[in-house]
């Protein structure tokens, strides 16, 4: 067989079923090895054998925890981590409900196994908010319970004094929702006596050494325990247990349960009321009919209680100290001895606090019960008190005991014989283990046919005496020949002699040994009797928490039936449990204790071999290595592993059967067996093997199922997109073609219009007043020039012919006719004025006009000569008769007459002189100063011809412009030719044949005439 190197790489073997030579004795050798190495747990095939090491050991960091969770059961060292994390993947993944069954003698180390559990599942699933607190108040209500159930015994420190299986429930996705808490019956018996170098419960002692001296003063208790009668006298100190701290543990635990302060408050102050009631002291008192009778001693103590509980304390003594019975409607009160009363004391001690541990559960659960409606996966973790032997065993031991046969029972069922008939019924070759099969004792003790548990139901409600005795009786008569029973009568009977068996005794052959157990009190402790006046007294009490204890208290409810035996109820709690461990995949946890000294490192091979004798856990070995490891159903095998043959996926039309034979998947034939329904796997690694290929694969099509998703998604997608950009396009596309279309309607519209508008008014033309515009422009054109001029009609300037304003242009277009009409006014004013000129006037005019074109410009005199009008006649001439004769023969001949003055060639000096020269005899050139400005005037005509010798003339005349003009006129009428004048201010003249140079030059100021001044052929004529 091929081993798991990670089972096998540590000390000894982790797996027993891989161990050689199977005996008893390598067994032990094997965990004594192991454990010696602190490897405290070792596996048979699914199952944890845990060892107690009574000392921490590194082996439950976050890092363990880590490395557990999601790991392979087998694949990893054996760990309570590795039971815990098997159940709850399965519990997630396969969706069957779990419970974890933790079994092992007092001390072994169950409830840490069970707290070990819880924190791993704690820690491995999710970590949101809500499931925070759910996690936190499942966890809490661990050390609330550990301190009301769990006392220190002799055999371990934190023994657990009740039974405990909680139901953990989870969602879907492996979340806690909350849980549900079932309790045990509680060792009651504890609260009023224990035994030497015990302890009552912790919360006993941690209340006294935890509360404040103001709640210790509230609860009227006292710090010290021996003040208190029921903590008995020895040092209540434990090593490594500090009782106020764990106070203070609880206190806070409740509070994240959800206790209310009042509510911590209340069960603080029933516990101080089974305190103080065991500080009660009673005595003996005379009565005058001679019966015993009992009174309160210490009557303090009763009114602390009676305070406490809000009771009268006549109420509380009275029932304490008599007893009421109601025969036939009548009362009669008896008194009661002070052994009954004591009696009566502890009964109502113990079942306060019976009851307070009831209501502690309950209360848990309201604040950890789920109540939504939704399918549930549960886990039931059971950790219930071990098994016990002791010096003296009681009911309690034995109820205990019966337990843990029960358990036993379930794991012999499960493992061994359950498996072995399965085999049978399956049709698998298989050579029978014999085992130990503990049936015969459960139904020793619990059989509805006269078990010892009815015996003792009917020993209890039987009238008459009943008594240890008369029960030990009836058992010996019932059992005497039981293979499982002893007593010292059934071993008389045997011919034994048994002086270890005292004769109030019996004894029964556990599976775990044998257990004398002491039938004193067995009557009592299973009647559970509480004196009815004491219920009706609790009940009668102002205190809330209390007086609900007590329903039973109430008078009306009152019934004289008697209440169901504690055995009986046990029976039925237990067979209640059984059916819910049977309905679940059970996982076990088996705890071995190493020595009885709670000590680290000691492994007492006695002990530890009675324990795996006991606990049949060689025999486990053989079936285990002998069957298969792991078996299931046709139909549930191949769903699970038909992806991992090409023939089963993806699709399977064939059988279940044939489909999960798992036949081409290279497994060894002999690691396979097929039954009538169910395929068997032989060895866990197999299991493994085909698990992994399975995770291996699973995470293939889960890539194939992403790659295909993805595809699709992308595909879909990308249709998508294609979808939206085809529509996108083809909207646009139509909106871009819309748009262009409506831009070519517009064109095309316009186009038309035009191309209608056109042929209409090509059409229409004739009857249209065509040119309108260009008419109306016309006409605002013609009305603007109308307006400007008759603007300018009625605004013309003056006619004078020296005037030359004109009005601006109205508007631009108008300046250049405005300027041409401005020079046509002028030319026409201009004609006007000479058309309205006589012949003389227009002659002198031209005359005038005449002279400007010879002068102007050239003389100076010429511009003040201007207004002087030209008379030609300067001396008179025409009133000469004889002129006037002449005249009448030539009209018009006289041209002018004026006196000149002539200078002297020689001298220079002027002298008067007629001038009468016909025109024909004018010189050449005529000189003419240029600057004489004054009215004298320089005329220089130049002789040239018949004068011969005589030389060119220099004359001066007052009129020389207009004597000059004369001449020119007459020329030009004459011989058509210009007079050659010269107009300059030098020039040269001909004096009898010499040159003279004459200079005209400006004279001083004031004189009147020109004077010449000759000098050789130089001459100066100083004009004015
Ligand atoms: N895994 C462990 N590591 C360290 N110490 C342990 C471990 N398991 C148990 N112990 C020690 O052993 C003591 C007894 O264990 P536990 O209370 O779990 O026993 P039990 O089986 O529940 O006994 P009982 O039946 O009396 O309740 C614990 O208080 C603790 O000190
Ligand atoms: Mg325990």
Sequence with gaps: MEANPSVLATVGVGDLVLLDPLSEESLLSNLRERFLHKEIYTYIGNVVISVNPYRQLPIYSAEMVEQYCNGNFYAMKPHIYAIAEDAYSSLRDRNRDQCILITGESGAGKTEASKLVMSYVAAVCSKGADVTKVKEQLLQSNPVLEAFGNAKTIRNNNSSRFGKYMDVEFDFKGEPLGGLISNYLLEKSRVVWHVKNERNFHIFYQLLAGASDPLLKRLKLQRDCRHHGYLGD???????????????????????????????????????????????????????????????????????????????????????????????????????????????????????????????????????????????????????????????????????????????????????????????????????????????????????????????????????????????????????????????????????????????????????????????????????????????????????????????????????????????????????????????????????????????????????RSQVRYLGLLENVRVRRAGYAYRQPYQPCLERYRLLSTHTWPRWTGTARYGALLSDLDIPPEELAYGHTKVFIRTPQTLFNLEERRRRRV??????????????????QYQLMRKSQILISAWFRGHAQKKRYQHMKRAALLIQTYARGWKTRKEYKKYFRS???????????????????????????????????????????????????????YHWKCKKYRDQLSLEKRAAMQTKLCASELFKGKKTRYGPSVPEPFQGDYVGLQKNPKYQKLQAAARGKLVLADTVRKVNQAN?????????????????????????????????????????????????????????????????????????????????????????????????????????????????????
């Excluded at 005795?469 to 071993?491: I, M, N, P, V, W």
């Excluded at 995470?699 to 879909?716: D, F, M, N, P, S």
Aim: net charge neutral; charged share 20%; aromatic share 8%.
């Design 234 to 608: 020895e040092n209540p100190r434990l090593p490594g247990m500090d009782d106020a701290t764990n106070f203070q543990a609880v206190q806070d635990a409740m509070r994240i349960i959800g206790f209310s302060e009042a509510e911590v408050m209340q069960l603080l102050e029933v516990t101080a009321v089974v305190l103080k009631l065991g500080d009660l002291q009673l005595s003996g008192q005379f009565q005058a009919s001679g019966m015993d009778a009992c009174g309160i001693q210490n009557i303090q103590v009763l009114r602390d209680i009676c305070e406490l509980i809000g009771l009268q304390e006549s109420i509380l003594e009275q029932a304490l100290c008599s007893r009421t019975v109601e025969a036939k409607q009548e009362k009669v009160v008896t008194a009661l001895s002070v052994a009954q009363g004591y009696f009566g004391r502890d009964a109502l001690a113990k079942n306060i606090y019976s009851r307070l541990f009831d209501w502690l559960v309950t209360r848990i659960n309201e604040s950890i019960q789920v109540t939504a409606g939704e399918r549930r996966k549960v886990m039931g973790v059971l950790d219930i008190y071990g098994f016990e032997i002791f010096q003296d065993n009681s009911f309690e031991q034995f109820i205990i005991n019966y337990c843990n046969e029960k358990l036993q029972q379930i794991f012999i069922l499960m493992t061994l014989k359950e498996e072995q008939e399965e085999y049978f019924r399956e049709g698998i070759k298989w050579t029978p283990v014999t085992f130990f099969d503990n049936s015969i004792i459960c139904d020793l003790i619990e059989s509805g046919k006269g078990g010892i548990l009815v015996l003792l139901d009917e020993e209890c409600l039987r009238p008459g005496t009943v008594s240890a005795a008369t029960f030990l009786a009836k058992l010996d008569q019932a059992f005497g020949s039981h293979e499982h029973y002893e007593s010292r009568k059934s071993q008389s009977d045997r011919h034994i002699t048994d002086t270890s068996l005292p004769s109030t005794c019996f004894r029964v052959h556990h599976y775990a040994g044998k257990v004398t157990y002491n039938a004193t009190g067995f009557i009592e402790k299973n009647t559970d009797r509480l004196y009815r006046g004491l219920a009706q007294a609790m009940w009668q009490a102002k205190h809330t928490l209390l007086r609900s204890l007590f329903p039973d208290g109430d008078p009306k409810k009152a019934s004289l039936k008697m209440p169901p035996t504690a055995g009986f109820q046990f029976k039925a709690s237990i067979n209640t449990l059984m059916k819910n461990l049977y309905s679940k995949n059970p996982n076990y946890i088996r705890c071995i204790k190493p020595n009885e000294n709670q000590a680290p490192g000691q492994f007492t091979d006695e002990l530890v």
């Design 771 to 825: 040119g309108a515009t260009a008419r109306l422009a016309c006409f605002i054109y013609r009305r603007l020039l109308q307006k400007f001029f008759l603007g300018l009609k009625n605004n013309l300037p003056p006619l004078t012919v020296s005037d030359r304003s004109w009005p601006p242009a109205p508007y631009r277009f108008l300046t250049n006719a405005n300027q041409e009409l401005k020079t046509i006014f």
């Design 699 to 716: 995470e293939e099509l889960a890539t194939v199922i992403q790659k295909t998703y993805r595809g699709w998604r992308c595909r879909t």
């Design 908 to 1024: 220079g000096k002027v002298r008067p002189c007629r001038l009468h020269t016909p025109i024909p005899e004018l010189p050449g050139v005529l000189a003419v100063p240029a600057q004489d400005a004054d009215g004298t005037w320089c005329l220089l005509p130049q002789q040239t011809g018949t004068g011969g010798a005589k030389g060119d003339v220099l004359l001066v005349s007052d009129h020389v412009i207009e004597v000059v003009t004369r001449v020119h006129q007459v020329l030009l009428e004459t011989t058509q030719q210009a007079l050659n004048l010269q107009i300059a201010d030098q020039f040269s003249t001909q004096f009898k044949k010499s040159s003279i140079a004459v200079t005209v030059v400006q004279g001083p100021k004031g004189h009147l005439e020109p004077v010449c001044k000759k000098k050789g052929k130089k001459m100066e004529v100083l004009v004015c």
